[in-house]
């Protein structure tokens, strides 16, 4: 992870999994989920994206990688 030079990783999963952040070699990590009903993302609480938004405006996780495996099969 750390050769990706990256400060933060913000992992956007349709699985459901539980929010939760951490660091991991002195990277932020940031792993958001929603409920696979219909559309990715569209049922996302606004607790949800303020943790998001928290995340990315949090200087100490630039530059961030931002992973989303929505629409894979």
């Given at each position: 992870m750390?050769?990706l ?23 932020g ?28 405006l949090?200087?100490r ?11 894979k099969?």
């Amino acid at each position: 992870m750390a050769d990706l030079m990256a400060g933060g990783v913000l992992h956007l999963d349709s699985s459901g999994g539980n929010d939760n952040a951490g660091s991991v070699d002195g990277i932020g990590e940031l792993r958001l989920g929603s409920s696979d009903e219909g559309e990715p993302f569209v049922n996302i609480s606004k607790d949800t994206i303020t943790v998001a938004f928290r995340f990315l405006l949090d200087v100490r996780n630039h530059p961030v990688l931002i992973h989303c495996k929505c629409g894979k099969v």
